[in-house]
């Protein structure tokens, strides 16, 4: 698999051999969709509470007589079915989201975006990204020059200064290949990877 390698104006420099196994491999669907939602699922907190039968500020009294008044009777004023009472089933601070996917399956999830990305022409290799200080207008005009406007960069190691260069950038975002994740890749219109990062997603990947 051939990989389309620009300069710093986006125009195509050269070529790059890369592992059929990570961007030749046929768009899977479902296994891409597992994947997200299983990531997405995996970053919530589930800090969320509501308050119970027990938990509401009410008294236990009974609110009035069993029988002799014409309404419905009713135990206490926490009743669910009386405004400002607890919940049926209340939603706990330690409610677990998380959803388990097996390694291969991500792996493999993660090879079928890759290799969609390319596939669609919206993924490309530069030989290195950087920028010469951490100001955000220098990435702003790189990025601008390239002829992107939402666009993931994905290097080996993440460098100081375009760390802090892309933090003020709405659509442009800056990772390293081991923190790469699914829903980066589908988010941005375009990705960039360096050279190294390719060959370190090699050895990850495949």
Request: contains cysteine.
């Amino acid at each position: 698999m051939d990989l389309n390698v620009i300069n710093d104006q986006g125009a195509s420099a050269a070529t790059v051999s890369a592992s059929d196994a990570l961007f030749g491999r046929e768009f899977n669907q479902s296994l891409v969709h597992q994947i997200v939602i299983a990531y997405q699922a995996n970053g919530r907190q589930g800090t969320r509470a509501q308050k119970g039968r027990s938990d509401v500020a009410k008294s236990g009294r009974k609110p009035f007589a069993q029988k002799g008044t014409g309404r419905a009777r009713a135990g206490d004023a926490a009743s669910p079915i009386w405004r400002g009472g607890g919940r049926i089933f209340p939603n706990l601070p330690d409610e677990n989201f998380s959803h388990k996917v097996n390694r291969k399956m991500y792996r493999a999830g993660m090879c079928s975006i890759l290799s969609q990305l390319a596939r669609e022409g919206r993924l490309s290799v530069v030989d290195e990204f950087s920028v010469a200080a951490p100001k955000t207008k220098l990435l702003a005009q790189k990025i601008r020059a390239m002829g992107f406007d939402s666009v993931l960069v994905i290097t080996d190691s993440i460098d100081e200064n375009l760390k802090l260069s892309s933090r003020n950038l709405p659509h442009v975002q800056v990772l390293d290949v081991g923190h790469a994740d699914p829903v980066s890749l589908i988010q941005h219109a375009r990705v960039i990877l360096t050279r190294k990062a390719v060959s370190r997603f090699e050895e990850i990947l495949v």
